[in-house]
């Protein structure tokens, strides 16, 4: 269901072929980077730039910018001091398998060079900015989710806004500016970002519910209650679709099927 | 002896003031970034940027990313799986003050706040590549330190090149690079970081000789040796003199000053 799934590994492998990387630097971060993943972020922003009539190889440095982002969050959510998960994907977290002072680093050091390879791009400030703004913001909802474990609904979406949703609401955005939207084309990006980022986190809150549950953590899905929770990712999902209105073709229809899988938890299975 | 103080001081302020930051982040960013510091990296950018005729006040974003860059490295550094320091500039470090997880979150936000406001500048995209490659070496340079504690002299002077020298001398280039250097003034500033930087460091060592002596540490002046650190001294300080040779006027004389004052450890107490 993952489009652009050739284009987006190949040009993170080749991120991470840089000769100039120190080699156990590389290492370490290649081994999460390239350690599996549904490739969500980058596939969005690389879709939205396509739906507006964009290059996609201009919005590969923002894609592959997207994923280092994401997967540094991974790998420093994943230290003892923070969730202390032992696994990721299936394997050892980079902490479990590196150390914890290297997996610091590794994740410093992917973040770093997602803004290395975006400052070799000439122009595109807005999508540039945009894309620091959501960076900056993830750390916004992790430091909320830190400080209050006995968040309420309201926290709890806000926590998730920023934690989830400011990053997907980026891969879009970062595709259309790279695209050159006009500011109603932005608004319906911005308004599709927010509701499937939410919806996204809710979907993925779905799939561990009873390990949730088992463990006492509090998600949004477990704060709403069922019925409440169904009703607002119908009502998400409406608002995807709906600021997808005004664009048609193959770009725009696979955004809407990736809506519609969350929306169902159907054929689509959700990993971070 | 720092010039250009108050300019400093007043941008990282106004950067802090940002209504748009969460404030329990924001306090842990500003206790770190606000909490004192010689300003040296800033100082070298608006100083290279005055000596080239550029205007000080379109440096001023580098000169501030510049020193959130340090700080995100020193918060880290200080980790307990990493250099587990509980005192940073006479005060409790971040990691003791708001617990490792949120030590690892202001850092994180700091770097991130840097190429923010990096990416908030249009265009000069030569010095915004030439800074994130150094905060990327800047990661290397650590994890070469992590990686081997037998180091030699050689490998000693690899690691100060990149964990100490690779942000001096990206803040001499970006400030060059902002007020429009040629290709000869480029190379100039690039031989004065890198002399400037290793000098740096070793001053920095020699303060710490007897303390660093008493536990062990390595550095490259008790690698070498008091009258081998002694010519090295005197030998990149005339290396670093030679590159600013072809400059004149007072932001000249100041980096001279400067230099002159690291390789004497007279009159300028060095700090990180």
Same mark, same amino acid.
Request: aromatic letters at 8%; one cysteine or more.
């Given at each position: 269901?993952?489009?652009?799934?050739?284009?987006?590994?190949?040009?993170?492998?080749?991120?991470?072929?840089?000769?100039?990387?120190?080699?156990?630097?590389?290492?370490?971060?290649?081994?999460?980077?390239?350690?599996?993943?549904?490739?969500?972020?980058?596939?969005?922003?690389?879709?939205?730039?396509?739906?507006?009539?964009?290059?996609?190889?201009?919005?590969?440095?923002?894609?592959?910018?997207?994923?280092?982002?994401?997967?540094?969050?991974?790998?420093?959510?994943?230290?003892?001091?923070?969730?202390?998960?032992?696994?990721?994907?299936?394997?050892?977290?980079?902490?479990?398998?590196?150390?914890?002072?290297?997996?610091?680093?590794?994740?410093?050091?992917?973040?770093?060079?997602?803004?290395?390879?975006?400052?070799?791009?000439?122009?595109?400030?807005? #999508?540039? %900015?945009?894309?620091?703004? !959501? @960076? +900056? *913001?993830?750390?916004? =909802? /992790?430091?909320? &989710?830190?400080?209050?474990?006995?968040?309420?609904?309201?926290?709890?979406?806000?926590?998730?806004?920023?934690?989830?949703?400011?990053?997907?609401?980026?891969?879009?955005?970062?595709?259309g500016l790279v695209a050159g939207c006009d500011d109603d084309q932005y608004?319906?990006?911005?308004?599709?970002?927010?509701?499937?980022?939410?919806?996204?986190?809710?979907?993925?809150?779905?799939?561990?519910?009873?390990?949730?549950?088992?463990?006492?953590?509090?998600?949004?899905?477990?704060?709403?209650?069922?019925?409440?929770?169904?009703?607002?990712?119908? #009502?998400? %999902?409406?608002?995807?679709? !709906? @600021? +997808? *209105?005004?664009?048609? =073709? /193959?770009?725009? &229809?696979?955004?809407?099927?990736?809506?519609?899988?969350?929306?169902?938890?159907?054929?689509?299975?959700?990993?971070?």
């Amino acid at each position: 269901m993952i489009r652009y799934r050739k284009q987006i590994e190949d040009a993170l492998t080749a991120c991470m072929d840089r000769p100039m990387l120190l080699p156990q630097l590389r290492e370490q971060m290649a081994y999460s980077l390239l350690g599996g993943g549904k490739r969500i972020r980058p596939s969005l922003c690389l879709a939205a730039c396509e739906m507006l009539g964009g290059d996609i190889k201009e919005a590969l440095p923002f894609a592959c910018a997207l994923e280092m982002i994401h997967t540094y969050s991974l790998i420093h959510d994943d230290l003892p001091a923070m969730d202390n998960d032992d696994e990721r994907r299936g394997k050892p977290s980079s902490h479990k398998r590196f150390g914890e002072a290297n997996a610091i680093l590794a994740g410093d050091a992917l973040l770093t060079y997602a803004f290395w390879i975006l400052n070799a791009v000439r122009g595109h400030e807005p #999508a540039k %900015s945009e894309l620091s703004y !959501a @960076a +900056l *913001a993830m750390v916004e =909802g /992790q430091s909320l &989710d830190l400080a209050d474990s006995a968040a309420d609904a309201d926290l709890l979406f806000e926590i998730t806004r920023k934690k989830t949703g400011a990053l997907f609401t980026a891969a879009v955005l970062t595709g259309g500016l790279v695209a050159g939207c006009d500011d109603d084309q932005y608004q319906c990006l911005n308004r599709f970002g927010e509701a499937f980022g939410i919806l996204f986190q809710m979907a993925d809150d779905r799939q561990d519910r009873e390990q949730d549950a088992a463990i006492g953590k509090k998600t949004l899905l477990t704060c709403y209650g069922k019925e409440r929770a169904q009703a607002e990712m119908a #009502a998400l %999902s409406a608002e995807a679709f !709906a @600021a +997808l *209105a005004p664009f048609s =073709g /193959q770009a725009a &229809d696979y955004l809407r099927g990736l809506t519609a899988a969350l929306a169902e938890n159907g054929k689509w299975k959700v990993e971070s």
